[in-house]
Protein backbone atom coordinates (compact mmCIF):
# COMPACT_ATOMS: atom_id res chain seq x y z
CA UNK A 1 0.00 0.00 0.00
CA UNK A 2 1.35 3.62 -0.63
CA UNK A 3 2.03 5.89 2.24
CA UNK A 4 0.77 9.38 1.86
CA UNK A 5 0.01 12.46 3.54
CA UNK A 6 -3.30 11.54 1.96
CA UNK A 7 -3.37 8.44 3.46
CA UNK A 8 -4.61 9.85 7.21
CA UNK A 9 -7.61 11.25 5.59
CA UNK A 10 -9.46 8.14 4.03
CA UNK A 11 -11.00 5.59 5.20
CA UNK A 12 -9.42 3.27 2.06
CA UNK A 13 -6.08 4.30 1.79
CA UNK A 14 -5.68 1.58 -0.60
CA UNK A 15 -7.39 3.69 -3.02
CA UNK A 16 -4.38 5.66 -3.46
CA UNK A 17 -2.53 4.12 -6.03
CA UNK A 18 0.65 5.58 -7.39
CA UNK A 19 2.07 2.66 -10.14
CA UNK A 20 0.26 2.81 -13.84
CA UNK A 21 -2.63 0.27 -14.07
CA UNK A 22 -1.56 -1.09 -17.79
CA UNK A 23 -3.97 -3.25 -18.94
CA UNK A 24 -4.64 -4.94 -15.25
CA UNK A 25 -1.39 -5.00 -14.54
CA UNK A 26 -0.28 -2.01 -11.71
CA UNK A 27 3.09 -1.73 -12.81
CA UNK A 28 6.30 0.80 -12.39
CA UNK A 29 7.35 3.85 -14.85
CA UNK A 30 9.73 3.07 -17.42
CA UNK A 31 10.13 6.86 -17.28
CA UNK A 32 10.98 6.80 -13.41
CA UNK A 33 8.07 8.87 -11.30
CA UNK A 34 6.67 12.16 -11.18
CA UNK A 35 5.51 14.49 -8.49
CA UNK A 36 1.86 14.86 -7.33
CA UNK A 37 1.52 18.01 -5.53
CA UNK A 38 -1.52 19.66 -3.50
CA UNK A 39 -2.05 23.37 -5.04
CA UNK A 40 -3.58 24.59 -1.87
CA UNK A 41 -0.38 24.03 -0.07
CA UNK A 42 2.20 22.64 -2.63
CA UNK A 43 2.88 19.46 -0.41
CA UNK A 44 3.89 16.44 -2.02
CA UNK A 45 0.96 13.91 -1.94
CA UNK A 46 2.61 11.02 -4.09
CA UNK A 47 5.36 10.24 -6.08
CA UNK A 48 3.47 8.63 -9.27
CA UNK A 49 4.82 5.83 -12.22
CA UNK A 50 5.88 7.86 -15.17
CA UNK A 51 4.58 5.46 -18.16
CA UNK A 52 6.56 5.73 -21.18
CA UNK A 53 5.51 5.37 -25.18
CA UNK A 54 6.77 2.06 -25.20
CA UNK A 55 4.32 0.97 -22.13
CA UNK A 56 1.71 3.39 -23.78
CA UNK A 57 2.06 0.83 -27.19
CA UNK A 58 2.55 -2.00 -24.62
CA UNK A 59 -1.14 -1.22 -23.09
CA UNK A 60 -2.62 -0.42 -26.69
CA UNK A 61 -1.59 -4.04 -27.77
CA UNK A 62 -3.48 -5.79 -24.44
CA UNK A 63 -6.44 -3.89 -25.24
CA UNK A 64 -6.28 -4.71 -29.00
CA UNK A 65 -5.79 -8.44 -27.95
CA UNK A 66 -8.86 -7.92 -25.19
CA UNK A 67 -11.74 -6.18 -26.43
CA UNK A 68 -13.00 -8.51 -29.19
CA UNK A 69 -13.90 -10.98 -26.39
CA UNK A 70 -15.12 -7.87 -24.18
CA UNK A 71 -17.52 -7.30 -27.25
CA UNK A 72 -18.41 -10.47 -27.25
CA UNK A 73 -19.52 -10.51 -24.30
CA UNK A 74 -23.79 -10.01 -23.75
CA UNK A 75 -24.52 -6.39 -23.34
CA UNK A 76 -26.08 -7.52 -19.83
CA UNK A 77 -22.90 -9.23 -19.16
CA UNK A 78 -20.85 -5.93 -19.75
CA UNK A 79 -23.45 -4.00 -18.10
CA UNK A 80 -23.09 -5.71 -14.67
CA UNK A 81 -19.64 -5.10 -14.63
CA UNK A 82 -20.33 -1.92 -15.08
CA UNK A 83 -23.13 -1.15 -12.65
CA UNK A 84 -20.94 -2.90 -9.82
CA UNK A 85 -18.18 -0.18 -10.76
CA UNK A 86 -20.85 2.36 -10.57
CA UNK A 87 -21.82 1.07 -6.72
CA UNK A 88 -18.36 0.80 -6.20
CA UNK A 89 -17.30 3.99 -6.71
CA UNK A 90 -20.44 5.90 -5.07
CA UNK A 91 -19.78 3.64 -2.29
CA UNK A 92 -16.41 5.51 -1.70
CA UNK A 93 -17.44 9.12 -2.54
CA UNK A 94 -15.91 10.37 0.19
CA UNK A 95 -12.60 9.19 -0.23
CA UNK A 96 -12.37 9.82 -3.97
CA UNK A 97 -13.60 13.52 -3.14
CA UNK A 98 -10.84 13.55 -0.78
CA UNK A 99 -8.64 12.72 -3.14
CA UNK A 100 -9.88 14.87 -5.60
CA UNK A 101 -9.51 18.06 -3.37
CA UNK A 102 -5.76 16.80 -2.24
CA UNK A 103 -4.63 16.97 -6.41
CA UNK A 104 -6.74 19.56 -7.81
CA UNK A 105 -7.87 22.03 -5.47
CA UNK A 106 -11.48 22.28 -5.45
CA UNK A 107 -13.79 22.55 -2.43
CA UNK A 108 -15.07 18.76 -1.22
CA UNK A 109 -18.56 19.87 -1.57
CA UNK A 110 -17.65 20.35 -5.46
CA UNK A 111 -15.39 17.30 -5.61
CA UNK A 112 -18.46 15.51 -3.88
CA UNK A 113 -20.40 16.58 -6.57
CA UNK A 114 -18.29 15.66 -9.40
CA UNK A 115 -17.39 12.07 -7.88
CA UNK A 116 -21.51 11.72 -8.55
CA UNK A 117 -21.58 13.29 -11.60
CA UNK A 118 -18.52 10.87 -13.09
CA UNK A 119 -20.24 7.84 -11.75
CA UNK A 120 -23.26 8.29 -13.12
CA UNK A 121 -21.38 8.31 -16.51
CA UNK A 122 -20.83 4.75 -15.80
CA UNK A 123 -24.48 4.04 -14.59
CA UNK A 124 -26.15 5.88 -17.94
CA UNK A 125 -23.63 4.09 -20.00
CA UNK A 126 -24.20 0.48 -18.22
CA UNK A 127 -27.98 0.56 -19.36
CA UNK A 128 -26.79 2.70 -23.00
CA UNK A 129 -24.91 -0.74 -23.63
CA UNK A 130 -28.45 -3.04 -23.73
CA UNK A 131 -29.65 -0.37 -26.09
CA UNK A 132 -27.18 -0.43 -28.93
CA UNK A 133 -29.55 -1.14 -31.83
CA UNK A 134 -28.95 -1.90 -35.39
CA UNK A 135 -31.34 -1.62 -38.08
CA UNK A 136 -33.33 -3.71 -41.05
CA UNK A 137 -34.07 -1.19 -43.83
CA UNK A 138 -36.24 -2.45 -46.26
CA UNK A 139 -34.10 -3.85 -49.61
CA UNK A 140 -33.66 -1.95 -52.84
CA UNK A 141 -34.40 -5.29 -54.92
CA UNK A 142 -36.64 -8.12 -54.61
CA UNK A 143 -33.51 -10.12 -53.83
CA UNK A 144 -31.93 -7.97 -51.36
CA UNK A 145 -32.22 -7.03 -47.61
CA UNK A 146 -30.47 -4.26 -45.97
CA UNK A 147 -28.88 -4.91 -42.18
CA UNK A 148 -26.91 -2.35 -40.49
CA UNK A 149 -25.20 -3.13 -37.79
CA UNK A 150 -23.21 -1.21 -34.95
CA UNK A 151 -19.70 -2.32 -33.49
CA UNK A 152 -17.11 -1.47 -31.01
CA UNK A 153 -14.39 0.68 -32.93
CA UNK A 154 -11.80 -1.01 -30.80
CA UNK A 155 -9.20 0.79 -29.43
CA UNK A 156 -9.93 4.19 -27.72
CA UNK A 157 -6.81 6.36 -26.66
CA UNK A 158 -7.69 9.07 -24.40
CA UNK A 159 -6.40 12.40 -23.22
CA UNK A 160 -7.78 14.26 -20.11
CA UNK A 161 -7.16 17.59 -17.93
CA UNK A 162 -6.78 17.98 -14.51
CA UNK A 163 -9.80 20.64 -14.01
CA UNK A 164 -12.62 17.54 -13.97
CA UNK A 165 -9.96 14.34 -13.25
CA UNK A 166 -12.88 12.13 -12.71
CA UNK A 167 -15.92 13.24 -15.02
CA UNK A 168 -13.48 13.80 -18.25
CA UNK A 169 -12.45 10.17 -17.91
CA UNK A 170 -15.65 8.31 -17.32
CA UNK A 171 -17.86 10.51 -19.39
CA UNK A 172 -15.41 8.58 -21.92
CA UNK A 173 -14.48 5.33 -21.15
CA UNK A 174 -18.23 5.30 -19.74
CA UNK A 175 -19.57 4.41 -23.26
CA UNK A 176 -16.80 3.48 -24.60
CA UNK A 177 -16.27 0.62 -22.30
CA UNK A 178 -20.25 -0.42 -23.03
CA UNK A 179 -20.18 -0.22 -26.15
CA UNK A 180 -17.32 -2.94 -26.59
CA UNK A 181 -14.02 -1.11 -26.96
CA UNK A 182 -11.07 -1.30 -24.85
CA UNK A 183 -10.18 2.10 -23.69
CA UNK A 184 -6.05 3.31 -22.87
CA UNK A 185 -6.39 6.63 -20.79
CA UNK A 186 -3.85 9.36 -20.47
CA UNK A 187 -5.13 11.70 -17.23
CA UNK A 188 -3.21 15.20 -16.41
CA UNK A 189 -0.11 15.40 -15.16
CA UNK A 190 -1.45 17.21 -12.09
CA UNK A 191 -4.37 15.07 -10.98
CA UNK A 192 -3.07 10.82 -11.49
CA UNK A 193 -4.58 10.19 -8.13
CA UNK A 194 -8.27 10.74 -9.23
CA UNK A 195 -7.69 8.32 -12.30
CA UNK A 196 -6.04 5.54 -10.84
CA UNK A 197 -8.39 5.22 -8.32
CA UNK A 198 -11.07 4.87 -10.69
CA UNK A 199 -9.00 1.99 -12.17
CA UNK A 200 -8.71 0.73 -8.30
CA UNK A 201 -12.42 0.33 -8.25
CA UNK A 202 -12.94 -1.25 -11.89
CA UNK A 203 -10.57 -4.27 -11.13
CA UNK A 204 -12.53 -4.38 -7.85
CA UNK A 205 -15.66 -4.56 -10.25
CA UNK A 206 -14.35 -7.36 -12.48
CA UNK A 207 -13.45 -5.44 -15.65
CA UNK A 208 -11.52 -7.75 -17.45
CA UNK A 209 -7.70 -7.32 -17.66
CA UNK A 210 -6.63 -5.43 -20.92
CA UNK A 211 -9.82 -3.55 -20.95
CA UNK A 212 -8.86 -0.66 -19.54
CA UNK A 213 -5.33 1.32 -18.64
CA UNK A 214 -4.68 4.61 -16.59
CA UNK A 215 -0.90 5.70 -17.65
CA UNK A 216 -0.05 8.78 -16.00
CA UNK A 217 3.13 10.25 -17.95
CA UNK A 218 4.83 13.41 -17.66
CA UNK A 219 5.61 13.32 -21.10
CA UNK A 220 2.15 14.33 -22.62
CA UNK A 221 2.98 15.12 -26.58
CA UNK A 222 4.82 11.93 -26.53
CA UNK A 223 1.85 9.65 -25.18
CA UNK A 224 -0.11 11.37 -27.64
CA UNK A 225 1.75 10.56 -30.43
CA UNK A 226 1.60 7.36 -29.43
CA UNK A 227 -1.91 6.91 -29.92
CA UNK A 228 -2.14 8.98 -33.21
CA UNK A 229 0.59 6.84 -34.93
CA UNK A 230 -0.36 3.69 -33.44
CA UNK A 231 -2.52 1.64 -36.20
CA UNK A 232 -4.42 0.06 -33.58
CA UNK A 233 -6.00 3.17 -32.04
CA UNK A 234 -8.58 3.63 -34.03
CA UNK A 235 -10.36 6.36 -31.94
CA UNK A 236 -8.89 9.43 -30.29
CA UNK A 237 -10.93 11.39 -27.53
CA UNK A 238 -9.45 14.62 -25.90
CA UNK A 239 -10.95 17.38 -23.75
CA UNK A 240 -8.80 20.22 -23.20
CA UNK A 241 -7.68 23.12 -24.60
CA UNK A 242 -8.46 24.24 -28.60
CA UNK A 243 -4.84 24.39 -28.96
CA UNK A 244 -3.92 21.30 -27.92
CA UNK A 245 -6.79 19.84 -29.64
CA UNK A 246 -5.56 21.34 -32.96
CA UNK A 247 -2.36 19.81 -32.28
CA UNK A 248 -3.86 16.01 -31.80
CA UNK A 249 -6.25 16.92 -35.12
CA UNK A 250 -3.35 17.67 -37.45
CA UNK A 251 -1.44 14.43 -36.08
CA UNK A 252 -4.28 12.12 -35.63
CA UNK A 253 -5.09 12.84 -39.64
CA UNK A 254 -2.55 10.96 -40.87
CA UNK A 255 -4.35 7.96 -39.96
CA UNK A 256 -7.57 9.46 -40.60
CA UNK A 257 -8.39 8.67 -37.24
CA UNK A 258 -11.82 9.09 -35.63
CA UNK A 259 -11.43 12.26 -32.93
CA UNK A 260 -13.81 13.01 -30.39
CA UNK A 261 -12.60 16.96 -29.31
CA UNK A 262 -14.10 18.61 -26.31
CA UNK A 263 -12.05 21.94 -26.23
CA UNK A 264 -12.09 25.74 -24.95
CA UNK A 265 -14.84 27.78 -24.43
CA UNK A 266 -15.52 31.38 -24.23
CA UNK A 267 -19.09 31.68 -22.52
CA UNK A 268 -21.30 34.54 -22.82
CA UNK A 269 -23.55 34.97 -19.85
CA UNK A 270 -26.42 37.57 -21.01
CA UNK A 271 -28.66 39.24 -18.40
CA UNK A 272 -32.12 40.82 -19.67
CA UNK A 273 -34.05 43.49 -17.97
CA UNK A 274 -37.00 41.17 -17.81
CA UNK A 275 -34.54 38.91 -16.06
CA UNK A 276 -35.62 37.44 -12.29
CA UNK A 277 -32.09 39.60 -10.83
CA UNK A 278 -31.99 37.76 -7.47
CA UNK A 279 -32.33 34.45 -9.94
CA UNK A 280 -29.38 35.75 -12.61
CA UNK A 281 -26.96 36.57 -9.54
CA UNK A 282 -27.01 32.94 -8.63
CA UNK A 283 -26.96 31.73 -11.94
CA UNK A 284 -23.86 33.97 -12.34
CA UNK A 285 -21.75 33.01 -9.60
CA UNK A 286 -22.35 29.15 -10.01
CA UNK A 287 -21.29 29.49 -13.92
CA UNK A 288 -18.62 32.15 -13.22
CA UNK A 289 -17.06 30.72 -9.50
CA UNK A 290 -17.65 27.14 -9.93
CA UNK A 291 -14.20 25.09 -9.67
CA UNK A 292 -12.93 28.61 -9.36
CA UNK A 293 -13.51 29.72 -12.89
CA UNK A 294 -11.80 26.76 -14.30
CA UNK A 295 -14.50 25.07 -16.33
CA UNK A 296 -15.05 25.29 -20.01
CA UNK A 297 -18.53 25.67 -19.39
CA UNK A 298 -17.87 28.93 -17.55
CA UNK A 299 -19.09 32.68 -17.96
CA UNK A 300 -16.26 33.90 -19.46
CA UNK A 301 -18.26 37.31 -20.41
CA UNK A 302 -21.20 38.50 -18.80
CA UNK A 303 -23.28 40.86 -20.51
CA UNK A 304 -25.99 42.88 -18.63
CA UNK A 305 -28.63 45.35 -20.03
CA UNK A 306 -28.76 48.68 -19.01
CA UNK A 307 -31.94 48.99 -17.22
CA UNK A 308 -30.82 46.68 -14.44
CA UNK A 309 -26.93 46.47 -14.97
CA UNK A 310 -25.95 48.66 -11.74
CA UNK A 311 -28.30 46.86 -9.91
CA UNK A 312 -27.15 43.32 -11.17
CA UNK A 313 -23.47 44.59 -10.42
CA UNK A 314 -24.12 45.21 -6.65
CA UNK A 315 -26.23 42.45 -6.59
CA UNK A 316 -23.09 40.33 -7.64
CA UNK A 317 -20.76 42.11 -5.67
CA UNK A 318 -22.21 41.62 -2.55
CA UNK A 319 -23.08 37.95 -2.84
CA UNK A 320 -19.20 37.23 -4.12
CA UNK A 321 -17.82 39.22 -1.58
CA UNK A 322 -19.09 37.26 0.73
CA UNK A 323 -17.33 33.72 -0.84
CA UNK A 324 -14.82 32.25 1.38
CA UNK A 325 -11.07 31.50 -0.46
CA UNK A 326 -9.36 28.64 1.54
CA UNK A 327 -8.01 25.22 1.48
CA UNK A 328 -10.87 22.95 -0.55
CA UNK A 329 -10.68 20.49 2.63
CA UNK A 330 -11.39 23.31 5.30
CA UNK A 331 -15.27 23.56 5.87
CA UNK A 332 -17.10 26.43 4.20
CA UNK A 333 -14.79 26.87 1.95
CA UNK A 334 -16.47 28.37 -1.83
CA UNK A 335 -12.94 28.92 -3.98
CA UNK A 336 -10.08 27.12 -3.29
CA UNK A 337 -6.74 28.00 -5.35
CA UNK A 338 -5.72 27.92 -8.80
CA UNK A 339 -4.10 24.73 -10.62
CA UNK A 340 -1.01 26.95 -11.11
CA UNK A 341 1.11 29.63 -11.25
CA UNK A 342 0.45 29.64 -15.37
CA UNK A 343 -3.30 30.20 -14.32
CA UNK A 344 -2.74 32.92 -11.89
CA UNK A 345 -0.98 34.98 -14.95
CA UNK A 346 -3.53 34.25 -17.27
CA UNK A 347 -6.30 35.76 -14.96
CA UNK A 348 -3.47 39.03 -14.41
CA UNK A 349 -3.18 38.88 -17.94
CA UNK A 350 -6.88 39.81 -18.36
CA UNK A 351 -7.52 42.20 -15.53
CA UNK A 352 -4.59 44.13 -16.52
CA UNK A 353 -5.32 44.50 -19.54
CA UNK A 354 -9.21 45.61 -19.12
CA UNK A 355 -8.04 47.86 -16.79
CA UNK A 356 -5.89 49.31 -19.05
CA UNK A 357 -8.77 49.81 -21.45
CA UNK A 358 -10.91 51.63 -18.72
CA UNK A 359 -12.67 48.86 -17.19
CA UNK A 360 -12.99 49.04 -13.23
CA UNK A 361 -12.49 46.63 -10.49
CA UNK A 362 -15.23 46.73 -7.73
CA UNK A 363 -14.03 43.54 -5.89
CA UNK A 364 -10.77 41.47 -5.92
CA UNK A 365 -8.24 42.39 -8.48
CA UNK A 366 -5.52 40.61 -7.00
CA UNK A 367 -3.75 37.72 -5.34
CA UNK A 368 -5.18 36.46 -1.96
CA UNK A 369 -3.30 37.54 1.37
CA UNK A 370 -3.08 33.42 1.45
CA UNK A 371 -0.49 33.46 -1.27
CA UNK A 372 0.86 30.34 -3.62
CA UNK A 373 -2.21 30.11 -6.28
CA UNK A 374 -4.83 31.64 -4.25
CA UNK A 375 -6.90 34.88 -6.11
CA UNK A 376 -9.52 37.02 -4.73
CA UNK A 377 -13.02 36.78 -6.52
CA UNK A 378 -12.54 39.63 -8.75
CA UNK A 379 -15.59 41.43 -10.54
CA UNK A 380 -15.00 44.39 -13.06
CA UNK A 381 -17.43 46.48 -14.60
CA UNK A 382 -17.15 48.79 -17.64
CA UNK A 383 -15.60 45.76 -19.76
CA UNK A 384 -15.56 46.39 -24.00
CA UNK A 385 -15.02 43.60 -26.80
CA UNK A 386 -11.94 45.14 -27.46
CA UNK A 387 -10.31 43.36 -24.26
CA UNK A 388 -8.33 40.34 -24.49
CA UNK A 389 -11.42 38.50 -22.00
CA UNK A 390 -13.73 38.97 -24.91
CA UNK A 391 -12.12 36.62 -26.88
CA UNK A 392 -10.14 34.43 -25.01
CA UNK A 393 -11.10 31.79 -22.31
CA UNK A 394 -9.96 32.86 -18.55
CA UNK A 395 -10.13 30.08 -16.92
CA UNK A 396 -10.06 31.44 -13.23
CA UNK A 397 -12.50 33.69 -10.71
CA UNK A 398 -12.64 37.00 -12.95
CA UNK A 399 -16.33 38.29 -13.46
CA UNK A 400 -15.76 41.00 -16.48
CA UNK A 401 -19.65 43.06 -17.07
CA UNK A 402 -20.47 44.32 -20.36
CA UNK A 403 -23.06 47.00 -21.02
CA UNK A 404 -25.37 46.07 -23.45
CA UNK A 405 -28.62 48.00 -25.03
CA UNK A 406 -30.72 46.37 -27.60
CA UNK A 407 -31.04 42.59 -28.34
CA UNK A 408 -29.59 41.88 -31.57
CA UNK A 409 -26.33 43.90 -30.53
CA UNK A 410 -26.00 41.34 -27.63
CA UNK A 411 -26.47 38.24 -30.10
CA UNK A 412 -23.82 39.41 -32.59
CA UNK A 413 -21.36 39.98 -29.72
CA UNK A 414 -21.90 37.27 -27.92
CA UNK A 415 -21.34 35.18 -31.48
CA UNK A 416 -18.21 37.64 -32.11
CA UNK A 417 -16.06 34.32 -30.50
CA UNK A 418 -13.96 31.53 -32.18
CA UNK A 419 -15.59 29.00 -29.24
CA UNK A 420 -18.89 27.75 -29.98
CA UNK A 421 -19.12 25.47 -26.49
CA UNK A 422 -21.92 27.22 -23.87
CA UNK A 423 -23.99 30.09 -23.73
CA UNK A 424 -26.39 31.15 -20.63
CA UNK A 425 -29.39 33.95 -20.61
CA UNK A 426 -31.84 35.09 -18.28
CA UNK A 427 -34.97 36.50 -19.44
CA UNK A 428 -38.90 35.66 -18.73
CA UNK A 429 -40.10 37.17 -22.64
CA UNK A 430 -41.20 33.72 -24.20
CA UNK A 431 -40.05 35.06 -27.86
CA UNK A 432 -37.51 36.62 -26.64
CA UNK A 433 -36.24 33.17 -25.43
CA UNK A 434 -36.89 31.94 -28.29
CA UNK A 435 -35.77 33.99 -30.55
CA UNK A 436 -31.88 34.45 -28.87
CA UNK A 437 -31.88 30.48 -27.86
CA UNK A 438 -32.02 29.78 -31.70
CA UNK A 439 -29.12 32.56 -32.45
CA UNK A 440 -26.91 31.71 -30.34
CA UNK A 441 -23.85 29.94 -32.27
CA UNK A 442 -22.64 27.80 -29.19
CA UNK A 443 -23.56 23.77 -28.85
CA UNK A 444 -25.31 24.13 -25.56
CA UNK A 445 -27.27 27.19 -24.48
CA UNK A 446 -28.85 27.67 -20.46
CA UNK A 447 -31.86 29.59 -20.33
CA UNK A 448 -32.33 31.01 -16.45
CA UNK A 449 -29.93 28.65 -15.54
CA UNK A 450 -25.99 28.41 -14.97
CA UNK A 451 -25.59 24.59 -14.78
CA UNK A 452 -26.19 22.61 -17.18
CA UNK A 453 -24.14 19.60 -16.86
CA UNK A 454 -25.62 16.15 -17.10
CA UNK A 455 -25.05 12.86 -18.16
CA UNK A 456 -28.60 12.78 -20.03
CA UNK A 457 -27.76 15.60 -22.18
CA UNK A 458 -25.50 15.39 -25.35
CA UNK A 459 -22.29 17.78 -24.12
CA UNK A 460 -19.92 19.40 -27.06
CA UNK A 461 -19.28 22.50 -28.69
CA UNK A 462 -19.56 24.03 -32.15
CA UNK A 463 -17.14 26.04 -34.20
CA UNK A 464 -13.62 25.54 -32.27
CA UNK A 465 -14.70 24.19 -29.25
CA UNK A 466 -15.16 20.99 -30.67
CA UNK A 467 -16.14 17.91 -32.87
CA UNK A 468 -18.44 15.60 -31.19
CA UNK A 469 -21.02 15.06 -27.95
CA UNK A 470 -20.69 13.63 -24.67
CA UNK A 471 -23.56 11.90 -22.73
CA UNK A 472 -27.13 10.88 -23.53
CA UNK A 473 -27.83 8.18 -26.08
CA UNK A 474 -25.70 10.57 -28.61
CA UNK A 475 -22.27 10.08 -26.22
CA UNK A 476 -22.12 5.76 -27.54
CA UNK A 477 -22.31 6.64 -31.06
CA UNK A 478 -18.70 8.29 -30.54
CA UNK A 479 -17.90 4.65 -29.85
CA UNK A 480 -19.63 2.73 -32.64
CA UNK A 481 -18.82 2.42 -36.40
CA UNK A 482 -21.74 1.43 -38.63
CA UNK A 483 -21.63 -1.23 -41.05
CA UNK A 484 -23.96 -2.08 -44.03
CA UNK A 485 -24.82 -5.68 -44.78
CA UNK A 486 -26.28 -6.32 -48.50
CA UNK A 487 -27.72 -9.66 -48.17
CA UNK A 488 -28.82 -11.58 -51.23
CA UNK A 489 -31.69 -13.76 -50.21
N1 LIG B 1 -12.43 22.47 -22.55
C1 LIG B 1 -12.00 22.07 -21.39
O1 LIG B 1 -12.66 21.31 -20.67
C2 LIG B 1 -10.68 22.53 -20.92
C3 LIG B 1 -10.08 23.65 -21.43
N2 LIG B 1 -8.84 24.04 -20.99
C4 LIG B 1 -8.22 25.25 -21.54
O2 LIG B 1 -6.82 24.98 -21.77
C5 LIG B 1 -6.05 25.94 -21.10
C6 LIG B 1 -4.77 25.32 -20.62
O3 LIG B 1 -5.09 24.34 -19.65
P1 LIG B 1 -4.29 23.03 -19.72
O4 LIG B 1 -4.57 22.09 -18.65
O5 LIG B 1 -2.85 23.43 -19.91
O6 LIG B 1 -4.92 22.39 -21.01
P2 LIG B 1 -4.13 21.56 -22.07
O7 LIG B 1 -5.00 21.46 -23.24
O8 LIG B 1 -2.76 22.08 -22.20
O9 LIG B 1 -4.01 20.09 -21.37
C7 LIG B 1 -5.08 19.20 -21.43
C8 LIG B 1 -4.47 17.79 -21.47
O10 LIG B 1 -3.71 17.63 -22.65
C9 LIG B 1 -2.37 17.23 -22.33
N3 LIG B 1 -1.49 17.76 -23.35
C10 LIG B 1 -0.87 18.95 -23.39
N4 LIG B 1 -0.17 19.09 -24.54
C11 LIG B 1 -0.34 17.92 -25.24
C12 LIG B 1 0.12 17.42 -26.50
N5 LIG B 1 0.93 18.15 -27.29
N6 LIG B 1 -0.26 16.19 -26.89
C13 LIG B 1 -1.07 15.44 -26.10
N7 LIG B 1 -1.55 15.85 -24.91
C14 LIG B 1 -1.18 17.09 -24.48
C15 LIG B 1 -2.16 17.81 -20.95
O11 LIG B 1 -1.10 17.15 -20.33
P3 LIG B 1 -0.41 17.87 -19.04
O12 LIG B 1 -1.43 17.89 -17.97
O13 LIG B 1 0.76 17.03 -18.67
O14 LIG B 1 -0.02 19.24 -19.51
C16 LIG B 1 -3.51 17.53 -20.32
O15 LIG B 1 -3.59 16.18 -19.93
C17 LIG B 1 -6.93 26.41 -19.96
O16 LIG B 1 -6.51 27.69 -19.53
C18 LIG B 1 -8.28 26.41 -20.61
O17 LIG B 1 -8.41 27.59 -21.36
C19 LIG B 1 -8.16 23.29 -20.07
C20 LIG B 1 -8.75 22.18 -19.53
C21 LIG B 1 -10.07 21.73 -19.87
O1 LIG C 1 -14.36 20.51 -18.92
C1 LIG C 1 -15.19 21.05 -18.22
O2 LIG C 1 -15.10 22.18 -17.80
C2 LIG C 1 -16.39 20.21 -17.89
O3 LIG C 1 -16.84 19.63 -19.08
C3 LIG C 1 -17.46 21.04 -17.26
S1 LIG C 1 -18.80 20.10 -16.78
O4 LIG C 1 -18.98 18.96 -17.68
O5 LIG C 1 -18.55 19.66 -15.41
O6 LIG C 1 -19.90 21.05 -16.88
Redesign the pocket.
Known amino acids: MTTSPLSELLADPSLIATQAYLAGDWVDGAGGQFEVTNPATGEVLAMVADVTREQTAEAVEKGRLAQKEWAARTAKDRSNVMRAWFNLIMENQEDLAKIMTAEQGKPLAEARGEISYGASFIEFYAEEAKRILGEIIPGHQPDKRIHVLKQPIGVVGS??????PTA?ITRKCGPAIAAGCSFVA??????PLSALALAVLAERAGLPKGILSILP?????????E?CENPSVRKLT????????R??LR?AADQVMKCSM????NAPFIVFDDADLDAAVEGAIACKFRNNG????CANRIYVQDGVYDAFAEKLRAKVAAMKVGNGLEDGTDLGPL??E??VE?VEDHLQDAVSKGATVILGGKPHEKGGTFYEPTIVTGVTQDMKVSK????GPFAPLFRFGDVDDVIEMANDTVFG?AAYFYAKDLSRVHKVSEALEYGIVGVNTGIISTEQAPFG?VKQ??LGREGSHHGIEEYLELKYVCLSV
Open positions: ITPWNFMRPASETASDAAGIGQFFTGSTGVGILQELGGQTCVITKAKEETFLGSG
